[in-house]
């Protein structure tokens, strides 16, 4: 024994301490993986001796490379080991450790309770001091538990050292175990007045941070603050109490007029920087809920924001500061425009931006031009791409707040080389020439000048380059030509050679325009005594140069090309027989074109008498196979659709109804890059407003006629709907708007159109009335799923949708149900083998996906996810999870939700019509195997039956006689699938056929499934 | 409250990280690269702020290393600086004339420092003073703990 431990020891001689290791390191430096590898192994050789002390050696050293990057979690047991040892050396190397590798996720935490509530009752302070850092760190909601006691205790130690390390570390337990900090809080109320100042300033801390989370609770300890704030001389907590009051005053304006006072004095007296930008702030903030404008004081922001403008840190905080003024009291930052403009000078793009942005908020009429000037200047030696796109941003937008007269400015912009905002000029040029006829004889002007200098702009051919401006240009030109003082020269222009550089879509326009200025050209030469000739040059012109355009290899250039070279051919055939052709061709482009706002459509009244609700022609009525189809369909549109309204419902809608759901729809279209969709959200709405209530559904009875018109099966399946789901008791409106919405749009497309027709099939979902685990199921093309989620978000509905062979479009809704905002939300799912969500390019295979919005609290908006699929034989589930991260007013949180996805086999079948002759050849060509299955005591009607079937599992009737029916479906693969459906007493006989045994067993499964659960 | 502090070089050698919330191994390597190519792209002259992710960072160099903290947005970026400012003149007075080296050799040292003046991202103790004796008296302790045992007593001879 004593041999083994001194050999242990000799052994150790040769070990390598820290300082070794990072000799080592710094020695082998172009090798260092390698080198680090032994290291390793000889680290967890170390690991393995009995002696603390190695073993203490071996986790700093490891401790040490997990700094470097290298993953120790492995060793997470060792540290726990040295951790516990009685030794002070080595209990602080462990915890140490702990404290840098440990996290939530490191399962041996759970082993170290009992190991550090020793520790922290210990009698030794440091002892106690290094359990109580390390639990800093890694403090988990089962720690936090188990020693919320323990360190509430140390927070009356008697040494102080203890009691502000306790105290700081409670604010950590309330964040992991929120109900300790009801009993704790009187204890921590004491600490304010703690003999010791390290201890006071650790309360004020924490009460502070509290407050910032959660501020009307502690509005009944602003006097105990007060007192502090007015009498304490420190710094660093005058900051915190100051905040501390930030956070108050908007609860309790009485409060903001009492601090003003001391505030200034302080602004005026202190010399600590951090201490002034404090106060200014919350000076801001008090002022801010005041409202009413207290200029003096204002004043004296400005004045201390001027008095240190000139450090470069100070400079970004001061325009920061700036721009909180400037949304109450525009006036006073007015003031330091110029202070402001010189910012723009900054070497700091930040700063540069900020005062931008300030800038932007500053302008108005008068100083507008003013400020547009400064800012071209700045323009020309802007460097950085990204600042000087943001500025070209920042200028077209200040200009188009005005609306008049800035052509020229926007003009002047193409001259910038490499920038990437040539569509935006265009389009302003374009917006500002249709929309103000003042203008347009000038804007033709500079955008004839702009084609003559077009060989300067095409420098820059790519995308968005600058050479969009000649989209716009040669728009102008020929649209209002007739401005033109040179027809003759511009037409010119626009038929150079060079133009075939240009991309495709400019060229279309050009020889677009090219035509209607021929047009304006003829009648200018026409109507002059001239002789004909020189209209025939004029003819001869374009019929020498667009030959060039009729070869582009771009086809609109191509059309239209060759359908102006035709039409000017037939006009020189014309003009040689001295037939005046001026009028008739300038007809081709009669027509003003007046600028229409975008709600002009609403104004115009519905002429008395028509009624957009009804019919044009009555709806066709087809054989009774095709009727039951449709039936079929329409039933399974409406399938879930509990909250019926009544067709006319439109009319019912009144001013306040629209007002609102205009609201929501800006709300929806400002959040959402492609509005163009209908917006759920605003149909949310309006069905709130209506109500559910009124409509009679309650009455319908069960025993409908077997031949019912389709409304009759709508309510009696909305019926049944219904009671499933109050079993379930899951109540879940949106499920029901979802239908609403699938349901309106079925109506509006009315039966006939084939694309439209896809049934939205209504999915229950296995929430298991588990918060955490979301199961999606997937069965149809189109699935609609609500989901109620833990406290923040809704992932309300999925909505699948095949395409090709081996891809499955998931739509998902995200909806905001908490009040607080949502952002930041990453989508991932964990892929299978067979089944992959698609990533972009360079993404790693388990990179999450970005959702491309922001949520505002009660906002919905859809995310569409595509999903690979290589075998469609199996159903499969996919584990994901969502992240996203949650802000409130004064704080945000970064929250996780999982959720799987069910893809059911059925989801793979498409409905695909089929006709009874097709269905026979296939059923003799003795491909498809066939399976059968036995359904006992059904109780529903033989055509519920097959709507269901068809509504569920996405099969369409072939043909049907009496109780015995035909079906038919078709996988995203091209399996045939075939049914032959008979009833007899309540028993119901499937036998099938497919030629993929596998997915006929999974989907006769699913069909049984869906049968017990009714 | 402060989320993260690092410590790294002008050579983008991460030297001292310390986080006050407990982050998954991948994250913290994740956002540790990031934000060392932002902060190191930064020319001298530049504002000691910047706004990342939904954080404050505040950094500031001493000599070749770069000090930067991560704080939230309601936080007090001077302060912030001044709490830098405050360890480098603790690690200045416990290494006397702290360089990088001290840093890189001693750096649990440098974290026990840390620890005793920021506890979970909390100022701890605003006198210099009364952080130095804690350190001071912890690694008399630690002395302590080791001087008693001689070489022979070590080899498990005595």
């Known amino acids: 024994m004593a041999l083994k431990i001194v050999k242990g020891s000799i052994d150790r001689m040769f070990d390598k301490n820290l300082q070794d290791l990072v000799r080592g390191i710094r020695n082998h430096k172009e090798d260092e993986a390698k080198y680090i590898s032994t290291c390793i192994d000889e680290i967890k050789q170390e690991l393995k001796q009995d002696n603390i002390a190695v073993k203490a050696n071996a986790v700093c050293k490891l401790t040490y490379l997990q700094m470097l990057g290298y993953d120790v979690s492995w060793a997470a047991f060792n540290i726990v080991e040295v951790m516990s040892s009685s030794k002070f050396t080595y209990k602080r190397i462990g915890y140490l450790a702990a404290s840098q590798c440990f996290h939530e996720s490191t399962d041996v935490i759970m082993l170290t309770t009992n190991q550090i509530r020793k520790d922290l009752s210990s009698p030794n302070q440091y002892d106690t001091g290094v359990a109580l850092t390390g639990l800093s760190c890694f403090v988990t909601p089962d720690l936090a538990r188990d020693l919320a006691n323990d360190i509430m205790t140390l927070m009356s130690h008697t040494k102080p050292y203890i009691r502000k390390k306790a105290v700081l570390i409670m604010y950590k337990v309330f964040l992991k175990y929120p109900e300790s900090l009801r009993p704790a809080f009187p204890r921590l109320k004491e600490k304010l007045e703690d003999p010791d100042p390290g201890v006071q300033s650790a309360a004020v801390n924490v009460i502070c941070e509290l407050a910032r989370r959660n501020p009307k609770n502690y509005l009944s300890l602003a006097p105990l603050f007060f007192k502090l704030m007015t009498s304490s001389t420190n710094n660093w907590v005058l900051i915190k109490i100051i905040k501390l009051f930030g956070a ?23 010399s600590a920087m951090s201490l002034l930008y404090e106060c200014v702030n919350t000076v801001i903030a008090v002022l801010i809920s005041l409202s009413s404008g207290m200029p003096n004081h204002s004043a004296s922001i400005q ?95 200040i200009c188009s707040q005005s609306n008049y007269q800035y052509i020229s400015i926007l003009v002047e912009l193409t001259r910038l080389e490499g920038t990437r905002h040539g569509h935006l000029i265009a389009s302003q040029m374009l917006d500002v020439a249709i929309r103000v006829k003042a203008i347009r004889a000038f804007a033709v002007a500079q955008m004839a000048t702009l084609l003559d200098n077009a060989h300067l702009l095409t420098g820059n051919t790519q995308r968005n380059g600058i050479c969009e401006v000649l989209y716009a240009a040669a728009w102008i030109c020929g649209e209002f030509s007739e401005h033109l003082e040179e027809p003759m020269a511009t037409l010119e222009a626009m038929l150079r050679p060079k133009v075939a550089t240009l991309p495709g879509h400019i060229q279309a326009v050009y020889v677009q325009n090219a035509a209607k200025l021929f047009a304006t050209v003829l009648r200018g030469q026409e ?55 001026a009028e008739e061709v300038t007809a081709l482009f009669a027509g003003e074109l007046n600028p229409v706002a975008p709600k002009a459509q609403k104004k115009v009244p519905v002429p008395e008498g028509l009624d957009l609700d009804v019919w044009i022609n009555e709806p066709p009525s087809g054989s009774e196979s ?45 959040n959402n890059p492609f509005y163009i969709k209908a917006s759920p959200s605003s149909q949310k709405v309006y069905q709130d407003g209506v109500g559910v209530e009124h409509i009679p559904v309650v009455q319908i009875d069960l025993s409908v006629p077997l031949k019912v018109p389709d409304q009759y099966v709508k309510l009696e399946e909305e019926r049944r709907e219904r009671n499933k789901a109050d079993k379930k008791k899951k109540k879940d409106k949106k499920k029901r708007e979802k239908g609403e919405k699938g349901r309106r749009r079925r109506g509006d497309s009315g039966p006939e159109s084939e694309e439209d027709i896809t049934p939205a099939h209504m999915v229950d979902i296995v929430t298991e009335e588990m918060p955490e685990w979301i199961d999606l199921r997937f069965i149809s093309p189109l699935i609609l799923l609500s989901l109620s989620l833990a406290p923040h978000l809704q992932v309300c509905d999925i909505q699948g949708n095949l ?25 991932n799912v964990l892929d299978s083998l067979n089944s992959k969500l698609q990533r972009p390019d360079g993404a790693g295979p388990h990179d999450g996906l970005i959702v491309p919005f922001q949520l505002p609290p009660g906002i919905s908006n859809e995310a569409r996810f595509i999903f690979s699929v290589q075998n469609i034989v199996m159903p499969q589930k996919l584990k994901g999870t969502l992240t996203f991260i949650v802000k409130t007013d004064d704080s945000s949180t970064h929250e996780k939700l999982d959720f799987k996805l069910h893809f059911t086999c059925t989801s793979y079948l498409i409905t695909t019509p089929c006709y009874s002759d097709a269905y026979s050849k296939l059923l003799e060509s003795g491909d498809l195997k066939g399976c059968s299955l036995k359904l006992e005591g059904v109780n529903q009607p033989f055509h519920h039956l097959l709507a269901r079937i068809c509504f569920h599992h996405h099969f369409s009737v072939v043909e049907r006689i009496d109780s015995c029916a035909s079906m038919y479906s078709r996988s995203i693969q091209g399996h045939h699938m075939c049914l032959l459906v008979k009833t007899a007493d309540q028993t119901v006989s499937i036998d099938a056929k497919c030629d993929e045994p596998g997915l006929l067993g999974n989907v006769l499964d699913e069909i049984k499934l869906t049968f017990s659960q009714c | 409250m402060m989320r993260f502090m690092l410590l790294f070089s002008r050579q983008g050698k991460l030297r001292l990280q310390k986080w006050y919330t407990a982050t998954a191994e991948r994250d913290k390597k994740k956002m540790v690269r990031e934000l060392m190519q932002v902060v190191l792209a930064r020319k001298p002259k530049m504002s000691s702020f910047l706004e990342w992710r939904d954080l404050k960072i505040v950094y500031k160099r001493y000599a070749s290393l770069y000090f930067c903290c991560a704080v939230e947005e309601q936080d007090n970026e001077l302060i912030t600086l001044e709490v830098i400012h405050r360890f480098v003149e603790l690690l200045d007075k416990y290494f006397g004339s702290v360089c990088e080296l001290d840093i890189i050799f001693n750096f649990e040292k440098a974290y026990f420092i840390l620890d005793e003046f920021l506890i979970g991202g909390e100022i701890q103790d605003t006198s210099k003073k009364s952080v130095l004796k804690a350190i001071e008296q912890a690694d008399l302790l630690q002395e302590e703990d080791e001087s008693p045992r001689s070489v022979l007593e070590e080899m498990g001879l005595a």
């Open chain 1, 626 to 670: 095709e009727d039951e189809g449709r039936k079929s369909k329409g039933k399974a549109v409406f399938a879930k659709d509990e909250s019926r309204h009544t067709k006319p419902r439109y009319t019912e809608v009144d001013e306040k109804e629209l007002a609102k759901r205009r609201e929501v729809r800006k709300a929806e279209q400002a």
């Open chain 1, 303 to 397: 004045v201390s924001f001027s008095r240190h403008a000139h450090t470069f840190s100070l400079k970004y905080l001061g325009l920061l500061a700036m721009s909180k003024i400037l949304k109450t009291h525009p006036k006073s930052v007015q003031s330091h425009k110029d202070l402001i403009l010189q910012c723009l000078d900054d070497k700091d793009e930040s700063i540069r931006l900020r005062a931008l942005d300030l800038l932007y908020g500053m302008v108005s009429k008068k100083n507008l031009m003013e400020i547009v000037k400064k800012l071209m200047l700045h323009v020309d030696k802007a460097e950085g791409t990204t600042y000087r796109d943001e500025l070209l941003t920042k200028i077209i937008d």
């Open chain 1, 527 to 581: 109507g002059a005594p001239a002789d004909s000739t020189v209209a025939q040059e004029t003819s001869q012109l374009l019929i020498d140069r667009l030959p060039l355009f009729v070869q582009s290899s771009n086809l609109e250039v191509q059309e239209r090309a060759s359908c102006i070279l035709q039409l000017v051919k037939y006009i020189q055939k014309l003009q040689q027989k001295d037939v005046e052709v």
């Open chain 1, 803 to 827: 395409q090709d062979g081996s891809q499955v479009v998931v739509s998902v809704i995200f909806e905001n149900k908490c009040d607080s905002f949502i952002k930041s939300m990453e989508f």
């Open chain 1, 248 to 270: 108050l005053t908007p609860l309790e304006p009485r409060l903001g007029k009492k601090l003003i006072e001391p505030l200034t004095n302080l602004i005026h007296s202190t």
